[in-house]
């Protein structure tokens, strides 16, 4: 799922890009107020790519969501400072 938000969030970003771009070397020829309106587009598009970006989706492990895996949980709480009692 990361990499999927990811390339979602450089495709937002690459047409923000593109938008200012096309606006002032292309569009502002013909219409400024429609250049204008393209840049203030392609103003709201990179924070909707952040959020979109680092939201966190239904099988991305939260921090402190027991994954099942003994093994791994183990390996997370002994990475995130958690003593583990040890069993008899």
């Known amino acids: 799922m990361y990499t999927r938000r990811r ?3 450089f495709a937002m970003m690459g047409f923000c890009i593109g ?3 096309l606006a002032w070397a292309v569009v502002r020829l013909w219409s400024v107020p429609a250049a204008v309106a393209m840049c203030v587009v392609a103003m709201v598009i990179p924070p909707v790519a952040a959020i979109v970006a680092n939201r ?3 099988e991305d492990r939260w921090w402190d969501d027991p994954s099942g895996d003994a093994k791994s949980d183990e390996w ?3 990475l995130d400072g958690k003593k583990r009692s040890q069993g008899p």
């Open 7 to 9: 390339h979602l969030y």
């Open 56 to 58: 966190r989706g239904p």
């Open 76 to 78: 997370w709480d002994e």
């Open 19 to 21: 938008l200012f771009v």
